[in-house]
Structure formats: structure tokens, C-alpha cells
């Protein structure tokens, strides 16, 4: 059974239990919608733990399969609450670190939908820092005793057990000595007192642990491991779609409303929302495979939540905006957003702290082990990168930019064939893959210089056959690859920069609100990738002019809605793209214009005066920046093109269309 198969057989079931009633559709409803038989009824149906090994009550499917489910129940605001952080945090947790006496103890109750876990990490004074927690397991016979105090404990009132975080010895290193445990919450001396939220709701709690015994079993992992193994877990909750879509509801009520505004402002904001949630949903699926590889994907788990929670939040905003005067559903569900929100920036780790754990892995504590420019997974896509700056002068002190030196440039560019790069040797072209004319792209771009490849690569496929619609989809995807090029180059130069700038006796990467901004230009870059690596993924072979095959007829590119073309260089027409391949281009070059605008305006404030100076060479990638932004089609245009198709489409075409990562699986 695939992903798409999985979609199938949820919305099914969603759909039947919505006809019937059965449940109402919430904001926010991985934590306020308690169903005690939801659960038990998905457990029943295979549906929850279906990732794990067979032996432990799962089906061996890919994260990427639970990806699929767990966005088809946030859709339609689902009652997952009661068996939500067992599932998707603490069962992966023990999986990977428990004995077997403790998989047989916990693993069946999470995947029967029976089990209803806490998570006990949060201490009263302690803020986001983990590794200040207080709460002590003593050794005694047969395991611990624990006492100590966790608060923000959600759902410990219904909870059957419960995750806990606490130090089992005390080392030089506060991040040394912690241990995690999962205890039954019928164990004696455990207190739970309610924390009512703004919305007057209780899902939140106080929890005091008055020496509770800990069987020896309940250990998870490693005694005194429990800060690496917590830190990995983090990417199973913070990298979820949980972290963007909980105000989703909204957006159906929204685009099904009387009074709609559909001007060219609320078409840009339509058109933001399919353009972040395409990029978000893409690094969600990346996450989901990172973890079937085995990793531990630290870097964009925070970056999707950081990223998600403002999206989440936007989507409130952008309600009131295009509606302005909405009906009485509507209405009631943004006033349960509104009064949701504030803790979207704080759970699973406040804003601040995920800057800071991105800030550590660019500005590490030896800051002689940073690693400015990080490479590309693909190794193809790398090495072509490193070429085309070879080739572009070796760094951004070496390229030749007299006219002189920008002709020379481009006759070796043409001499090496790359104007012609993915269009097809029987149309004339120099073959290889759309990918490898973007990293091409890409690597220019990163010294500040295109040599025009990209005109150059459209021209060149406008003559094979391809469209005119074609044609501004594939310009708009090249514009992504220069942007997105530059801006790593810009953030490269700044992080070298900041590290080697001392100012104060200390170098500026020491001063917080550095971190913060490279922190903040990092995730946006990421962001940006997303969106362009999706882009070639899904419109990609769509957007290379068909290649002729032995009789003479053309061959369309995957996905092809709409028919090949006539074989090229005979009048064709392209080979079609569908609404979809199109969205993906324009969403590609909206959001990487978004990450550059941000680069190019912070990375100057970093680099003080000098940023401002003629013959430093920031200016050469800020300025490629800015010039790609509004060329073609601009930022301001690709969104409004996708909000007429959101507002075309409907909810629907949105989800399943415009955003959707793997239309084909």
C-alpha cells in the first residue's frame, strides 16, 4: 500500500466518521481534542504505529506513510489528542532506545490507541532549558525513586503514563547525568493540579512527584544518555506537520465564505499560503525520510517548526483579512485560533531556542569548525555547483567582472555546452537533467555572476518546443536556483565574516543577536531549497522539451496532464504542464525571492560599515539578489497567480494539487 493509498483509506474513514457526526472539526486538535475511542478505533484499524517492526504491532511502513495519515487528520482538525505524543514521540523513543521488557510493557497500549503518555519534561523556573531540570531518580532496589516537579504537563489528568526527563547524577556538565523514564500514573505519590489557558480550556498541568518508585525496566536507553537521546527524539516532535497546520481549519470555512475578498491583495496572500505550505510540506517529507535513514535531522526539524508556527499563525491573519466580515462559524473558529496561539511559538520549544540550536550548528563553540557553505546532499549536484565556480573565476575576490571578463565568461559557458544543459541531444541540446542546469545555475550565482545561463537555457528550450506557459514556469524555477545560490554565498561570506570580526575583545559571532539573524537567514535559505528541489521533482521533466524517439514522435515529461507536444523542432507546442507543475515553479520562485530579500538586507546590517563599501563583495550577490527578485515574473506575481488558482480550486485543489509533495506516489 503506498502514501497515496494511505490517503485514500483515511479520508475514507474521516469522511464516514464526519457524515456520522462522530466528531467536529477543531483548531489545534493534536492537543484540545481528547477521544478516547478515536484513538481506540484508529488502533483498531491498523492506523497508529504503523511504522514500527511487525513484531512490535506495526507494518514496517516508511515515516513517509505516517506523514500522509497524520496530515489527512490534521486537515479536518481530528480528535488525535488522546493517544498523539504516545504515537508520534514516545513509542519511536522507546523503540529506539528500550529494552525488551520495556517495548513489551508500553508498545502495545500506544499502538491499540489504549495509552494516553505526558510528556514530563518542563520544570517551574527551568523556562526551555531542558538541561536545567531539578527532578532527581535516586537509585534503590529494583530502580529509582523520583521526586521533583514537571509543569506544562499536557493532558496528565487523562494520562495512563508518562515520559519524564530527570537527573540520575550530577556531573561537571548540566547536560551530563539526565536519564528518561516512562512511569504509570497510577503509581503512588504523583499529584496532578489543572493550568487553565486564556480559553479557559485544561489540557495543560502541574505534576509533583513525591518518591514515586521507578522499576528498574522503565528506563529508556542509556542511565546518564538521556540529553543525546532527548535531543534526537526533538526531531520526532518538532519536525511534524503538526508544527504548521493546526489552524488548517480555517482555510476551507475561509475560501467558502460569503464576502470573500478576491482583489489582487487577498489573492497574494491565497497565493503566500500555497507558496509556504508547498515548501513546508516538501521539508516534511524530507524529515520523514531522514528518519527511515536512520538520522536525526536536528537542523530542519527546527527550521520546520520555527517556519510552521509562523505559518500556522499567519493563516489566522490572513482570515481576518479576506474576510473581513466572516459568519458564525468562521468567526468561531478564528476566536479558538486566536486563543491558541500564543503557545504555537512556545511548545516543543520557544522560538528563541530553535534559533539557538540552528545559531550552534552555524556558530559552533570553536568557531574554526564552522562550515560556512555546506555541501549538497546530492554529490552530482555538488560537484557541478563546485565547477561552475571553478569555471566563474574560484571565488568571489577572482571573478573577472570587466566586460572583458563577463564576455570571456560566457563564451566558455557556451563552449562547455551548459547553455544547452537538459534539452535533450536530439533537439540539439547537450542532454543531462533540468537538475543539473540548476546546479549549474546555482554555482554562478553563488560568485555573484549568470553568464545569462539562464536566458540562455529558456531560449534554448523555447526552440526545442517548449510553451510559452512552459517557457515562464522554467525561468521562474532558474530565477529560484540564482537566488537561492546567492543567498548561500551571502550568508557564507557573513558567517566568515562575524567569526573572524572581533569587536569588544570577542568576535561578533559571539553576540546573541547574530546568532539570531544567521540563525534566521540559515532556516529561510532551507525553506527556500525545499521549494526549489520540489519544484524539479515535480515539474521538472515536465519542463524540458520533449525528446523525439524514433519514429519521430515526442515524449512528454512525467506527469503530463495535458499531452506531448509535436516532436521538437517542428512547429510543437511543448510538452505541457499541468496547473500543479506550475504552482510548484512559481512557488519555487516566490519563496526563494522571500529568502534572498531577507538575506540581502540583514547581511549587510552584519557586516557594518563595510557592507556598505564598493570593494567588498557583498554588494555582487545582494545586487544579483535584488535585480532576480522582480525579474520575469516577479515575487508579487507568481503569488498572485497562485492565489487565482487556490481561489479557483477550492480547498481541495489546494491540498491535493498546489501543496501536495508526491502527486505521483
Same mark, same amino acid.
Given at each position: 500500500?503506498?502514501?497515496?493509498?494511505?490517503r485514500?483509506?483515511?479520508?475514507?474513514?474521516?469522511?464516514?466518521?464526519?457524515?456520522?457526526?462522530?466528531?467536529?472539526?477543531?483548531?489545534?486538535?493534536?492537543?484540545?481534542?481528547?477521544?478516547?475511542?478515536?484513538s481506540?478505533?484508529?488502533?483498531e484499524?491498523?492506523?497508529?504505529?504503523?511504522?514500527w517492526?511487525?513484531?512490535?504491532?506495526?507494518?514496517g511502513?516508511?515515516?513517509?506513510?505516517?506523514?500522509?495519515?497524520?496530515?489527512?487528520?490534521?486537515?479536518?482538525?481530528?480528535?488525535?489528542?488522546?493517544?498523539?505524543?504516545?504515537?508520534?514521540?514516545?513509542?519511536?523513543?522507546?523503540?529506539?532506545?528500550?529494552?525488551?521488557e520495556?517495548?513489551?510493557q508500553?508498545?502495545?497500549?500506544?499502538?491499540?490507541?489504549r495509552?494516553?503518555?505526558?510528556?514530563?519534561?518542563?520544570?517551574?523556573?527551568?523556562?526551555?532549558?531542558?538541561?536545567?531540570?531539578?527532578?532527581r531518580?535516586?537509585p534503590?532496589?529494583?530502580?529509582w525513586?523520583?521526586?521533583?516537579?514537571?509543569?506544562?504537563?499536557?493532558?496528565?489528568?487523562?494520562?495512563t503514563?508518562?515520559?519524564?526527563?530527570a537527573?540520575?547524577?550530577?556531573e561537571?556538565?548540566?547536560?551530563?547525568?539526565?536519564?528518561?523514564?516512562?512511569?504509570?500514573?497510577?503509581?503512588?505519590?504523583?499529584?496532578?493540579?489543572?493550568?487553565?489557558?486564556?480559553?479557559?480550556?485544561?489540557?495543560?498541568?502541574?505534576?509533583r512527584?513525591?518518591?514515586?518508585?521507578?522499576?528498574?525496566?522503565?528506563?529508556?536507553?542509556?542511565?546518564?544518555?538521556g540529553?543525546?537521546?532527548?535531543?534526537?527524539q526533538?526531531?520526532?516532535?518538532?519536525?511534524?506537520p503538526?508544527?504548521?497546520l493546526?489552524?488548517?481549519?480555517?482555510?476551507?470555512?475561509?475560501?467558502?465564505?460569503?464576502?470573500?475578498?478576491?482583489?489582487?491583495?487577498?489573492?497574494?496572500?491565497?497565493?503566500?499560503?500555497?507558496?509556504?505550505?508547498?515548501?513546508l510540506?516538501?521539508?516534511?517529507?524530507?524529515?520523514?525520510a531522514a528518519?527511515?535513514?536512520?538520522?536525526?535531522?536536528?537542523?530542519?526539524?527546527?527550521?520546520?517548526?520555527f517556519?510552521?508556527?509562523?505559518?500556522?499563525?499567519?493563516?489566522?491573519?490572513?482570515?481576518?483579512?479576506?474576510?473581513?466580515?466572516?459568519?458564525?462559524?468562521?468567526?468561531?473558529?478564528?476566536?479558538?485560533?486566536?486563543?491558541?496561539?500564543?503557545?504555537?511559538?512556545?511548545?516543543?520549544?520557544?522560538?528563541?531556542?530553535?534559533?539557538?540550536?540552528?545559531?550552534?550548528?552555524?556558530?559552533?563553540?570553536?568557531?574554526?569548525?564552522?562550515t560556512?557553505?555546506?555541501?549538497?546532499?546530492?554529490?552530482?549536484?555538488q560537484?557541478?555547483?563546485e565547477?561552475?565556480?571553478k569555471?566563474?573565476?574560484?571565488?568571489l575576490?577572482?571573478?573577472?567582472?570587466?566586460?572583458?571578463?563577463?564576455?570571456?565568461?560566457?563564451?566558455?559557458?557556451?563552449?562547455?555546452?551548459?547553455?544547452?544543459?537538459?534539452?535533450?541531444?536530439?533537439?540539439?541540446g547537450?542532454?543531462?537533467?533540468?537538475?543539473?542546469?540548476g546546479?549549474?545555475?546555482?554555482g554562478?550565482?553563488?560568485?555573484?555572476?549568470?553568464?545569462g545561463?539562464?536566458?540562455?537555457?529558456?531560449?534554448?528550450?523555447?526552440g526545442? &518546443?517548449? #510553451?510559452?506557459?512552459?517557457?515562464?514556469?522554467? /525561468? !521562474? $524555477?532558474?530565477?529560484? @536556483?540564482v537566488?537561492?545560490? %546567492? +543567498?548561500?554565498a551571502?550568508?557564507?561570506?557573513?558567517?566568515?565574516?562575524?567569526?573572524?570580526?572581533?569587536?569588544?575583545?570577542?568576535?561578533?559571532?559571539?553576540?546573541?543577536?547574530?546568532?539570531?539573524?544567521?540563525?534566521?537567514?540559515?532556516?529561510?535559505?532551507?525553506?527556500?531549497?525545499?521549494?526549489?528541489?520540489?519544484?524539479?521533482?515535480?515539474?521538472?521533466?515536465?519542463?524540458?522539451a520533449?525528446?523525439?524517439?524514433?519514429?519521430?514522435?515526442?515524449?512528454?515529461g512525467?506527469?503530463?496532464?495535458?499531452?506531448?507536444?509535436?516532436?521538437?523542432?517542428?512547429?510543437?507546442? &511543448?510538452? #505541457?504542464?499541468?496547473?500543479a507543475?506550475?504552482? /510548484? !515553479? $512559481?512557488?519555487?520562485? @516566490?519563496?526563494?525571492?522571500? %529568502? +534572498?530579500?531577507?538575506?540581502?538586507?540583514?547581511?549587510?546590517?552584519?557586516?557594518?560599515?563595510?557592507?556598505?563599501?564598493?570593494?567588498?563583495?557583498?554588494?555582487?550577490?545582494t545586487?544579483?539578489?535584488?535585480?532576480?527578485?522582480?525579474a520575469?515574473?516577479?515575487?508579487?506575481a507568481?503569488?498572485?497567480?497562485?492565489?487565482?488558482?487556490?481561489?479557483?480550486?477550492?480547498?481541495?485543489?489546494?491540498?491535493?494539487?498546489?501543496?501536495?509533495?508526491?502527486?505521483?506516489?
Open positions: 500500500m503506498s502514501s497515496s493509498e494511505i485514500t483509506r483515511i479520508r475514507t474513514l474521516l469522511d464516514e466518521w464526519l457524515s456520522a457526526g462522530r466528531f467536529t472539526p477543531t483548531v489545534d486538535c493534536w492537543l484540545r481534542s481528547v477521544d478516547r475511542d478515536f481506540r478505533a484508529l488502533g484499524a491498523g492506523l497508529l504505529g504503523m511504522t517492526p511487525v513484531e512490535y504491532g506495526g507494518e511502513r516508511p515515516n513517509t506513510d505516517r506523514l500522509a495519515l497524520t496530515e489527512e487528520m490534521l486537515r479536518v482538525g481530528a480528535p488525535v489528542t488522546a493517544h498523539w505524543i504516545a504515537e508520534r514521540q514516545i513509542g519511536p523513543a522507546v523503540l529506539r532506545a528500550g529494552t525488551e520495556l517495548k513489551a508500553v508498545l502495545p497500549d500506544i499502538v491499540a490507541g495509552a494516553i503518555i505526558g510528556l514530563g519534561m518542563s520544570e517551574p523556573e527551568s523556562g526551555s532549558d531542558l538541561a536545567s531540570v531539578r527532578t531518580a535516586v534503590t532496589e529494583g530502580g525513586i523520583l521526586n521533583g516537579h514537571k509543569i506544562w504537563t499536557t493532558q496528565a489528568h487523562n494520562a503514563g508518562m515520559y519524564i526527563l537527573r540520575t547524577s550530577e561537571e556538565k548540566k547536560h551530563q547525568g539526565l536519564s528518561e523514564f516512562v512511569i504509570d500514573m497510577d503509581s503512588p505519590g504523583i499529584e496532578v493540579s489543572p493550568i487553565v489557558d486564556l480559553a479557559g480550556e485544561h489540557h495543560f498541568n502541574e505534576v512527584y513525591t518518591d514515586v518508585f521507578v522499576p528498574r525496566e522503565r528506563l529508556i536507553g542509556t542511565e546518564g544518555e540529553w543525546k537521546q532527548v535531543v534526537e526533538l526531531s520526532f516532535e518538532r519536525g511534524g503538526e508544527r504548521a493546526s489552524t488548517w481549519v480555517l482555510v476551507p470555512e475561509v475560501l467558502a465564505a460569503d464576502g470573500l475578498r478576491t482583489d489582487e491583495g487577498a489573492l497574494r496572500d491565497l497565493g503566500q499560503v500555497v507558496a509556504e505550505l508547498s515548501a510540506r516538501h521539508m516534511y517529507r524530507r524529515i520523514a528518519l527511515d535513514a536512520g538520522e536525526a535531522p536536528v537542523r530542519l526539524a527546527a527550521a520546520s517548526k517556519i510552521g508556527n509562523g505559518f500556522e499563525k499567519g493563516l489566522i491573519d490572513i482570515a481576518r483579512r479576506i474576510v473581513p466580515t466572516p459568519g458564525e462559524n468562521l468567526a468561531g473558529l478564528i476566536q479558538q485560533a486566536l486563543w491558541a496561539s500564543p503557545a504555537f511559538g512556545i511548545r516543543g520549544g520557544a522560538e528563541d531556542v530553535l534559533l539557538g540550536i540552528v545559531a550552534k550548528l552555524e556558530l559552533p563553540r570553536d568557531l574554526s569548525k564552522a560556512p557553505q555546506p555541501r549538497l546532499a546530492d554529490a552530482e549536484a560537484e557541478l555547483v565547477l561552475a565556480c569555471v566563474a573565476g574560484g571565488s575576490l577572482e571573478v573577472d567582472r570587466s566586460e572583458a571578463g563577463q564576455d570571456r565568461l560566457r563564451s566558455t559557458v557556451e563552449d562547455l555546452g551548459w547553455t544547452r544543459v537538459s534539452v535533450p541531444e536530439s533537439a540539439g547537450s542532454g543531462g537533467s533540468l537538475a543539473d542546469a546546479a549549474i545555475v546555482r554562478l550565482a553563488r560568485l555573484g555572476v549568470t553568464a545561463l539562464a536566458d540562455h537555457i529558456v531560449a534554448a528550450h523555447s526545442a &518546443g517548449l #510553451g510559452e506557459r512552459e517557457s515562464r514556469a522554467l /525561468a !521562474a $524555477l532558474l530565477d529560484a @536556483a537566488l537561492v545560490g %546567492a +543567498g548561500e551571502a550568508l557564507a561570506l557573513t558567517i566568515t565574516h562575524v567569526i573572524e570580526r572581533e569587536q569588544f575583545g570577542a568576535p561578533l559571532a559571539a553576540i546573541p543577536a547574530v546568532k539570531s539573524w544567521i540563525a534566521r537567514m540559515r532556516m529561510q535559505l532551507d525553506l527556500a531549497a525545499e521549494a526549489y528541489d520540489r519544484a524539479l521533482e515535480i515539474a521538472g521533466d515536465a519542463l524540458v520533449g525528446e523525439a524517439d524514433g519514429d519521430g514522435a515526442a515524449r512528454g512525467a506527469g503530463d496532464a495535458q499531452g506531448a507536444g509535436d516532436a521538437p523542432g517542428a512547429g510543437a507546442s &511543448g510538452t #505541457g504542464i499541468t496547473d507543475q506550475e504552482a /510548484a !515553479a $512559481l512557488s519555487a520562485k @516566490a519563496i526563494a525571492a522571500q %529568502a +534572498g530579500g531577507l538575506v540581502a538586507a540583514q547581511t549587510h546590517q552584519l557586516h557594518g560599515a563595510i557592507g556598505i563599501t564598493a570593494e567588498y563583495p557583498l554588494h555582487h550577490l545586487q544579483l539578489i535584488w535585480a532576480t527578485r522582480d520575469g515574473t516577479s515575487e508579487h507568481a503569488l498572485v497567480s497562485l492565489g487565482r488558482m487556490a481561489l479557483a480550486g477550492g480547498e481541495p485543489v489546494i491540498w491535493d494539487q498546489l501543496t501536495d509533495s508526491a502527486p505521483e506516489d
